[in-house]
């Protein structure tokens, strides 16, 4: 299962995407990850739990941005999938569990869309 929320209120609104935000100065990739779905979702996700999962290059020419986008992997607790709040409701309509399955079939946000087509969705799914 897969954490996915459909944002609002900014680039890629409208669209389905992962939680996550941008790097802090200093931080670690573990960091980051951990902070964003703190923040996001109001679960503690432990920096140890987390990995490093995929790289994406991922240009948004229309929007005048361009990422590269750190795809981290952690598994979580049964409590803890049981947790998981909207706690910014003005970014995102709300948090579900989906099947990996299912991803392909939804309007993603582009870096999600950039680590479908380039495999790194088969990559999670041989990691479960």
Not at 28 to 44: H, L, N, P, T, Y
Not at 71 to 99: L, S, Y
Request: aromatic fraction near 8%.
């Amino acid at each position: 299962m897969l954490l996915i929320g459909e944002r609002k209120g900014s680039h890629g609104a409208g669209k389905w995407a992962l939680p996550g935000g941008h790097l802090e100065q200093g931080q670690s990739f573990e960091q980051c990850a951990r902070m964003e779905v703190k923040e996001e979702c109001g679960i503690d996700v432990e920096e140890t739990l987390w990995s490093l999962l995929w790289l994406s290059n991922d240009p948004m020419p229309s929007e005048d941005l361009h990422y590269v986008t750190i795809f981290q992997v952690a598994h979580i607790t049964e409590d803890q999938t049981d947790a998981i709040r909207n706690m910014e409701e003005d970014k995102c309509v709300g948090w579900q569990w989906i099947p990996y399955s299912d991803l392909k079939n939804l309007q993603v946000f582009t870096p999600l869309q950039n680590f479908i087509s380039g495999g790194g969705l088969d990559k999670l799914q041989k990691e479960r």
